[in-house]
C-alpha cells in the first residue's frame, strides 16, 4: 500500500491511497492521517480512487481521524470510493460518518456543507 | 471437477501476511467461479478472520501458526480459519470502548454480511475454528426454465386424473422438477434456498446429507418431494422440505413418501427422526401425529415472517413462526442415564414418556476443564444456534459472550441453546443460562454427538404466544409450561444488552 501526500492550494491536505488498506497497511494511514491532520487544521481529503480493498481496520483509522479532526474544527473527507470499498462503507454505515464524494472537485466544492453526496 | 476441492494454507500469526491469505481465497474463489462480488465479500471476511486470529488468538511475542482451509464443492466455497490459540470474542477490539462505540463489533459485522453461512466452534484444547461458506452461483430454477414453467400454482385448478404413483429416491434428473415444484409452490420465499439449485439437491443427495423421495406420475413428471436432511450426518434426521403440486394433491402421496423414507431411514442405520411443524395452523401436526411422532419441544420464533404457506395461509405472517418438535423412533432405543436440571425434571421425565425412551436420573457434578461449543448463525433464517458438546468451566461464560454478540452484533432475533442431558456438569450451566434469559424449549433426542440435549432458547423479539395453536393436550401443557418459564427468567435475567 502506498500513500502520497501534499499540501493542496486549497488549504488541506490531500492524501492519495493507493493498494489494499488491511490491519497491517492501515498502520501507516494512521500515521500519515496524524501528520496532517495536525498539518492542515484537521481539513484533510483522501484519494480512495486506487484504493481495493478496505478492511475493518482501515474503517477504523478512519473513524478516529474523523474524530480528531473535528475536534479542532476540521473534517476528513473521501473521494473515488468504487466497487466493493464502496460496499463496505455502505453496509456498515460509515457513508454517514466520512462524507464520500465523486470527485475531489466535488469533495472541495460542498466543502463548506457539514455533509456530502454519498454514491450507493 | 471433483466433488470436493480442498486446500490449504499454514501462515505464521504476522499481520504482514495478511496480503497472502487474501490471495488465497482470491485464487479458491476463481476455482469456485464466484462472481467478483461475492469472491470480494469473501476475501473480506477470510481476511477479518485471520486479523482476528493474529491479533487476539495469542499471547503477545508469542510466534504461532493459523491455518486456511478450503473446501469447493457444487454447493459452495467454504474457508475455514483455525488456530489453537486463546477462546473466542466475537466482539473483542483492544481500540474500542464497548459502551460508547456504535461499531462494536465491526470486523465481525463485516463477516456476518459478507459470508452466507458462519460457525464458531470452539474445539476445546483442540483450537477453534470459523467457518465461512459463499454459495457457489450456478444457476437457479429460475434460470434454467422458462417463465410459463414456473409459474405460480394457483388455488382453483382442475384435478390430474386418477392414476398410479411411484415413490422412488430422487435421481440427478429429478432435482430440476423438484426446484420448479418448491418454486411454484412457495415463490422465492422459502428459507431453504438450496431447494432453488438442481446442482446442489444432487450434490446434498450423492453426499447423503439429504434423502431425497420423490414421488412420480404416470407420465414420469416429478409431482412430488419429502426429504430427510443430515447435514452432521448423525443418528438422526430431520424430515422436510416436502412439497406436492395441487393438481396431485389429496392422494396421500405426503403420507407414502413418508413412510418411503422412514424404511430408507431405518435401512441406513438411523435411530429416529424429528420434524417441526408449525403453530400457526394445525394440519401439519395433525400429520405428524398421523405418523406416530411424538411431541418433545417447542421452538418459539424459529421461521422468518416472509415464509408464505400455500393453502393454509395466505398471508404474510404477524410475527416468526414457532414450531413444535416431534420425534419418532425408528429403531429400539436402550436405556440412558440423563442429569436434568432438578426445576426441569418433572417436565423431562413426561417428555422421555411421551417418546417411549426409558431413562435413569444422575446426580448432577462438578465439572473440571474447558468447554467446547459450536455457534451459527443462519442468517437467511435469521437465529443462532449455540451447541455444548462439553460442559467446561468456561461454558457459562462463553455462552453469556456469544448470546451479547449474537443479538448485538449480528442481530439475531433468536437464539437456541443445546446443552448435552448426558453430561452431569449441565445442570448447574442450565441454571446460570436461564439468569442471561435462555427458558426452557424440551428435548432433543440425540441431537449431541454422545446423546440428548436439554432445549433452551432466547428471544429477541417480541412474541404473542396466544396465536400459536396445538393441536395434541401434551403439547398444549408443553406450551404453557414454556411459556411459565419464559416469564420466569424475565425476572431474574441479568443481562439487560439483548
Not at chain 2, 30 to 55: F, G, H, W
Not at chain 2, 234 to 260: D, K, N, Y
Not at chain 2, 329 to 334: F, V
Amino acid at each position: 500500500m502506498k500513500i502520497s501526500a501534499s499540501h493542496h492550494p486549497g488549504g488541506f491536505g490531500l492524501l492519495d491511497v493507493v493498494g489494499e488498506l488491511d490491519a497491517f497497511t492501515s498502520e501507516d494511514l494512521a500515521s500519515a492521517l496524524k501528520e496532517w491532520i495536525a498539518k492542515e487544521a484537521g481539513r484533510v481529503i483522501l484519494n480512495f480512487t486506487e484504493v481495493t480493498f478496505l478492511s475493518s481496520a482501515g474503517l477504523r483509522v478512519l473513524q478516529k481521524a474523523q474524530k480528531d479532526s473535528r475536534a479542532i474544527g476540521g473534517e476528513v473527507r473521501v473521494f473515488g470510493v468504487s466497487g466493493h470499498v464502496a460496499k463496505v462503507f455502505a453496509i456498515v454505515g460509515f457513508d454517514r460518518l466520512i462524507p464520500i464524494f465523486p470527485t475531489l472537485q466535488e469533495a472541495l466544492h460542498d466543502w463548506a456543507s457539514p455533509k456530502g453526496t454519498n454514491p450507493a | 471437477m471433483n466433488p470436493a476441492t480442498r486446500a490449504t494454507l499454514t501462515l505464521a500469526n504476522d499481520l504482514r501476511l495478511l496480503s497472502m491469505a487474501r490471495a488465497f481465497v482470491r485464487e479458491m474463489a476463481a476455482v469456485a467461479e464466484l462472481p467478483q462480488d461475492d469472491a470480494e465479500a469473501l476475501v473480506l471476511a477470510a481476511d477479518e478472520a485471520c486479523t482476528n486470529s493474529i491479533q487476539h488468538a495469542f499471547e503477545p511475542g508469542e510466534q504461532e501458526t493459523f491455518t486456511l482451509e478450503a473446501e469447493v464443492t457444487p454447493v459452495a466455497l467454504t474457508i475455514s480459519v483455525r488456530d489453537r490459540g486463546l477462546p473466542f470474542n466475537v466482539s473483542l477490539d483492544s481500540q474500542r470502548d464497548v459502551s460508547k462505540d456504535v461499531h462494536v463489533g465491526l470486523g465481525s459485522r463485516l463477516i456476518e454480511l459478507s459470508a452466507d453461512d458462519v460457525r464458531w466452534i470452539n474445539h476445546g484444547v483442540e483450537g477453534k475454528e470459523l467457518r465461512l461458506a459463499k454459495n457457489r452461483p450456478h444457476g437457479d430454477v429460475t434460470s434454467q426454465l422458462q417463465p410459463d414453467e414456473l409459474k405460480r400454482y394457483i388455488e382453483s385448478v382442475d384435478q390430474a386424473p386418477e392414476q398410479t404413483y411411484s415413490i422412488r429416491r430422487l435421481q440427478p434428473q429429478d432435482a430440476i422438477k423438484v426446484a420448479q415444484c418448491i418454486y411454484r409452490c412457495y415463490g422465492y420465499t422459502y428459507p431453504n434456498e438450496d431447494l432453488y439449485y438442481p446442482d446442489r439437491i444432487t450434490h446434498l443427495n450423492q453426499t447423503s446429507r439429504l434423502v431425497s423421495a420423490v414421488a412420480v406420475a404416470e407420465n414420469g413428471e416429478v409431482v412430488g418431494h419429502y426429504a430427510l436432511e443430515r447435514p452432521d450426518l448423525g443418528p438422526i434426521a430431520e424430515t422436510g422440505q416436502a412439497v406436492v403440486s395441487p393438481v396431485h394433491r389429496g392422494r396421500r402421496l405426503m403420507e407414502r413418501m413418508r413412510m418411503f423414507l422412514e424404511e430408507e431411514g431405518r435401512a441406513m442405520g438411523l435411530l429416529g427422526i424429528f420434524s417441526q411443524p408449525v403453530t400457526s395452523h394445525p394440519v401439519s401436526q395433525k400429520v405428524n401425529e398421523s405418523f406416530g411422532s411424538h411431541v418433545c419441544g417447542i421452538t418459539l420464533g424459529l421461521v422468518p415472517r416472509s415464509f408464505i404457506f400455500k393453502r393454509a395461509l395466505t398471508e404474510p405472517l404477524h410475527q416468526r413462526e414457532s414450531t413444535m418438535l416431534y420425534f419418532k423412533r425408528l429403531a429400539p432405543l436402550p436405556r440412558i442415564t440423563i442429569f436434568p436440571p432438578h426445576h426441569h425434571r418433572n417436565m423431562i421425565e413426561r417428555i422421555y414418556d411421551q417418546i417411549g425412551i426409558p431413562v435413569d436420573i444422575g446426580e448432577s457434578g462438578i465439572v473440571a476443564g474447558a468447554g467446547r461449543m459450536d455457534v451459527r448463525y443462519h442468517r437467511s433464517w435469521g437465529f443462532a444456534t449455540i451447541r455444548v458438546s462439553r460442559v467446561g468451566i468456561d461454558s457459562a461464560i462463553e455462552i453469556r459472550r456469544a448470546l451479547r454478540d449474537l443479538c448485538e452484533i449480528v442481530g439475531s432475533e433468536s437464539v437456541y441453546l443445546e446443552l448435552p442431558l448426558s453430561q452431569a456438569g449441565m445442570p448447574d450451566l442450565c441454571v446460570q443460562v436461564e439468569e442471561e434469559g435462555f427458558f426452557f424449549g424440551g428435548v432433543g433426542p440425540h441431537f449431541a454427538p454422545d446423546g440428548d440435549t436439554l432445549r433452551l432458547q432466547f428471544l429477541a423479539t417480541d412474541l404473542d404466544l396466544s396465536r400459536l395453536q396445538t393441536v395434541n393436550p401434551f403439547g398444549g401443557e408443553l406450551l404453557r409450561y414454556v411459556s411459565a418459564e419464559r416469564t420466569r427468567v424475565g425476572k431474574y435475567r441479568r443481562s439487560e444488552s439483548c
